[in-house]
């Protein structure tokens, strides 16, 4: 950092002002914003939603929102001027040339209808290149990201693909015409913690090796702690802090930085011990296997989601399963609730066969609460009545009884009465999920099932959703399953953990024990992916 100030200039940006069109007037997403990237250096820009960090690099590109306007005092990339730039000339000499760009969701973003190898080779030959020379410098780059057999897998469409896998092609296309700059918005956000690391560690890796600039935009200090020279806060479209990484982090200045280091989940406090608990929850040796066939003529297949697993969930505990994508936690807990058919074992929910008991009183025993807060509510329902929907399926109370409840139950989840005839699209994602928990809630369950509550959610408003979670469960005396793949989470929340991997439980145990001593190499190597700072 220290020669920082003798290597040129990548990118400068001087007084950078964005404005979108919006109902009735105009919003400014960037307001005066200015950076200077040196080559080979690595930036991270880091906000919550809405706080200009893609919008910024989206300018950069060219690729702005139709209607959008936008004014700069100089916004050059090496020698060049890219005001001066017509549309044409920024698509032939500058995006996907001269800066490349990772996007959050690589299955949104490769295509699925063709092979990965034709849309590496287009990258190139769109600007010039030959299609042999394209061919060969695609294998090369698939080699350098390490992607397994590349000249096997080199015709294989992206549904082929792990999302890890899926996301180094991304890094591999970006890098094709050998860029001064890549940009990578929230590339780690879709991807489980373990795959998050070597993805990171990637980026660093071929920073240093190709002495590419890097800009990585991100909502999580934690992604940036270990991989980036310097960190440059935003909100509400500005800059409010701007600094090498370490002093940022270990001194911050601006207090919307000091909550944002704030919100990160921490170790919990020391939880009683649950000894003679009862036992709310009991899985005894339960499997469940999925068959399916490729193509219409192709021979069935079988996959075993879950293999043989058992837990118990005392009355009053958080028990955190985690595990990767894939490994059959979700599939778990869709048993446990009893939305899908167990192949063979017993669960038993306060000493019932889930089986044996009834939908209604199923309802009334166990509540999930979803990922997304987006798609898990109707948007065309009030939140009222999406929140009173359980009761009038399960005809509880008067009509005045109910609304009385739904209106309790929003009180309880900090909803105030404005939200009461609001709907999901006029709502933050931290006020959906809000909404989401209060319908869990509003059949007084003993039971909450949140599956991965707060992945979809900035940092700080996760922290908002995990205090009301734990503030509730003590409220309520609810008992509390909580399936996730952030390690700081279950720090935060959970009494006891269970790890699964491959559709087995490969390690349980106390939190504090299983973060100090974990038992088996997988849970240490999902400890060390976690990043720390």
Same mark, same amino acid.
């Given at each position: 950092?220290?020669?920082?100030?003798?290597?040129?200039?990548?990118?400068?940006?001087?007084?950078?002002?964005?404005?979108?069109?919006?109902?009735?007037?105009?919003?400014?997403?960037?307001?005066?914003?200015?950076?200077?990237?040196?080559?080979?250096?690595?930036?991270?820009?880091?906000?919550?939603?809405?706080?200009?960090?893609?919008?910024?690099?989206?300018?950069?590109?060219?690729?702005?929102?139709?209607?959008?306007?936008?004014?700069?005092?100089?916004?050059?990339?090496?020698?060049?001027?890219?005001?001066?730039?017509?549309?044409?000339?920024?698509?032939?000499?500058?995006?996907?040339?001269?800066?490349?760009?990772?996007?959050?969701?690589?299955?949104?973003?490769?295509?699925?209808?063709?092979?990965?190898?034709?849309?590496?080779?287009?990258?190139?030959?769109?600007?010039?290149?030959?299609?042999?020379?394209?061919?060969?410098?695609?294998?090369?780059? /698939?080699?350098?990201?390490?992607?397994?057999?590349?000249?096997?897998?080199?015709?294989?469409?992206?549904?082929?693909?792990?999302?890890?896998?899926?996301?180094?092609?991304?890094?591999?296309?970006?890098?094709?015409?050998?860029?001064?700059?890549?940009?990578?918005?929230?590339?780690?956000?879709?991807?489980?913690?373990?795959?998050?690391?070597?993805?990171?560690?990637?980026?660093?890796?071929?920073?240093?090796?190709?002495?590419?600039?890097?800009?990585?935009?991100?909502?999580?200090?934690?992604?940036?702690?270990?991989?980036?020279?310097?960190?440059?806060?935003?909100?509400?479209?500005?800059?409010?802090?701007?600094?090498?990484?370490?002093?940022?982090?270990?001194?911050?200045?601006?207090?919307?930085?000091?909550?944002?280091?704030?919100?990160?989940?921490?170790?919990?406090?020391?939880?009683?011990?649950?000894?003679?608990?009862?036992?709310?929850?009991?899985?005894?040796?339960?499997?469940?296997?999925?068959?399916?066939?490729?193509?219409?003529?192709?021979?069935?297949?079988?996959?075993?989601?879950?293999?043989?697993?058992? /837990?118990? /969930?005392?009355?009053?505990?958080?028990?955190?399963?985690?595990?990767?994508?894939?490994?059959?936690?979700?599939?778990?807990?869709?048993?446990?609730?009893?939305?899908?058919?167990?192949?063979?074992?017993?669960?038993?929910?306060?000493?019932?066969?889930?089986?044996?008991?009834?939908?209604?009183?199923?309802?009334?025993?166990?509540?999930?609460?979803?990922?997304?807060?987006?798609?898990?509510?109707?948007?065309?329902?009030?939140?009222?009545?999406?929140?009173?929907?359980?009761?009038?399926?399960?005809?509880?109370?008067?009509?005045?009884?109910?609304?009385?409840?739904?209106?309790?139950?929003?009180?309880?989840?900090?909803?105030?009465?404005?939200?009461?005839?609001?709907?999901?699209?006029?709502?933050?994602?931290?006020?959906?999920?809000?909404?989401?928990?209060?319908?869990?809630?509003?059949?007084?369950?003993?039971?909450?099932?949140?599956?991965?509550?707060?992945?979809?959610?900035?940092?700080?408003?996760?922290?908002?959703?995990?205090?009301?979670?734990?503030?509730?469960?003590?409220?309520?005396?609810?008992?509390?399953?909580?399936?996730?793949?952030?390690?700081?989470?279950?720090?935060?929340?959970?009494?006891?953990?269970?790890?699964?991997?491959?559709?087995?439980?490969?390690?349980?145990?106390?939190?504090?024990?299983?973060?100090?001593?974990?038992?088996?190499?997988?849970?240490?190597?999902?400890?060390?992916?976690?990043?720390?700072?």
């Amino acid at each position: 950092m220290e020669h920082r100030d003798i290597r040129p200039s990548a990118v400068e940006i001087d007084e950078l002002t964005v404005t979108l069109p919006i109902p009735g007037g105009t919003l400014t997403a960037v307001r005066d914003l200015s950076l200077t990237l040196a080559a080979g250096e690595m930036l991270g820009i880091v906000g919550e939603s809405g706080s200009g960090k893609s919008m910024t690099a989206l300018a950069l590109m060219g690729l702005l929102p139709q209607g959008a306007d936008w004014t700069a005092r100089r916004i050059t990339l090496g020698e060049t001027d890219l005001r001066a730039l017509s549309e044409r000339q920024m698509s032939a000499q500058i995006r996907g040339k001269r800066i490349g760009m990772i996007f959050q969701e690589p299955m949104t973003s490769l295509n699925p209808v063709y092979p990965i190898g034709r849309q590496l080779i287009e990258t190139m030959t769109l600007h010039g290149g030959s299609r042999a020379a394209a061919r060969d410098r695609a294998l090369e780059l /698939l080699h350098a990201v390490g992607l397994p057999e590349p000249e096997e897998r080199f015709n294989q469409y992206p549904h082929q693909f792990s999302g890890g896998q899926r996301q180094r092609i991304m890094i591999a296309m970006a890098l094709m015409n050998a860029p001064d700059i890549l940009i990578a918005d929230e590339p780690t956000t879709a991807l489980d913690v373990t795959i998050q690391a070597q993805i990171l560690d990637l980026l660093r890796d071929l920073r240093e090796r190709l002495g590419i600039a890097m800009i990585l935009i991100t909502h999580d200090f934690g992604v940036v702690a270990n991989h980036v020279d310097r960190v440059m806060v935003m909100l509400k479209g500005e800059v409010v802090e701007d600094g090498p990484v370490e002093a940022v982090l270990r001194n911050p200045r601006h207090d919307y930085t000091k909550r944002l280091l704030a919100s990160i989940p921490g170790a919990a406090p020391q939880r009683a011990p649950t000894g003679d608990t009862p036992a709310l929850i009991e899985v005894a040796h339960v499997s469940r296997t999925y068959s399916f066939r490729r193509g219409i003529f192709g021979p069935r297949r079988e996959v075993q989601a879950v293999r043989d697993a058992s /837990l118990v /969930l005392k009355q009053g505990e958080t028990l955190a399963i985690v595990g990767e994508s894939g490994s059959g936690k979700s599939t778990l807990a869709r048993l446990i609730l009893g939305l899908e058919a167990r192949d063979r074992g017993q669960i038993r929910i306060d000493g019932t066969d889930v089986a044996d008991i009834p939908p209604m009183a199923r309802a009334r025993l166990a509540q999930p609460v979803f990922q997304d807060p987006y798609g898990s509510l109707n948007p065309r329902a009030s939140v009222s009545e999406i929140i009173r929907r359980p009761l009038d399926v399960h005809q509880v109370g008067t009509r005045a009884e109910r609304d009385a409840k739904v209106r309790r139950v929003m009180e309880q989840t900090g909803l105030g009465p404005r939200f009461y005839h609001a709907f999901p699209n006029q709502m933050s994602g931290g006020q959906r999920q809000r909404v989401a928990i209060a319908r869990a809630l509003i059949l007084d369950p003993r039971i909450v099932i949140c599956d991965e509550p707060t992945s979809a959610l900035d940092v700080s408003i996760q922290a908002q959703i995990l205090t009301l979670l734990d503030r509730l469960k003590v409220d309520l005396g609810l008992t509390l399953l909580m399936i996730t793949h952030d390690l700081g989470v279950v720090r935060q929340m959970a009494d006891r953990v269970v790890v699964m991997r491959q559709g087995e439980i490969v390690e349980r145990g106390e939190t504090t024990a299983f973060f100090n001593a974990p038992e088996t190499d997988y849970a240490r190597q999902l400890l060390r992916a976690v990043p720390a700072f």
